[in-house]
């Protein structure tokens, strides 16, 4: 009944930007611990920023001072804004969330950096 569904990705030129949306329904969203991840092909899928139910925030090392998580309650809805993204950055991207052990993924969508 919990469906994450990613949206946003695409083609992208280095330093470019894009802004990443998953619409969560079958939830009481507003008390669901958020996050994204991305995995690139051969590699491991890693954490990119979490969102906590209390709007506080977590991000990678990687990608801090360019990502921006961010959630809409009203909306169920969180984002992810990536600023000057780079062609390893290519991945798909996956949106996490749960809450007390109950922990869900969405189908991904894909981002593609290259010039």
């Known amino acids: 009944q919990v469906q994450f569904v990613e949206s946003g990705g695409g083609l992208v030129q280095p330093g470019g930007s894009l802004r990443l949306s998953c619409v969560v329904s079958?939830?009481?969203?507003?008390?669901?611990?958020m996050g994204w991840y991305r995995q690139a092909p051969g590699k491991q899928r890693e954490l990119v920023a979490r969102i906590n139910s209390g709007g506080n925030t977590h991000y990678s090392d990687f990608v801090k001072g360019r990502f921006t998580i961010t959630r809409d309650n009203d909306k169920k809805t969180v984002y992810l804004q990536m600023k000057s993204l780079q062609p390893d950055e290519t991945a798909v991207y996956y949106c996490?969330?749960?809450?007390?052990?109950?922990?869900?993924w969405g189908q991904g969508t894909q981002v593609t950096v290259s010039s």
């Open positions: 079958g939830s009481i969203f507003r008390i669901y611990d």
């Open positions: 996490n969330g749960g809450n007390s052990g109950n922990e869900y």
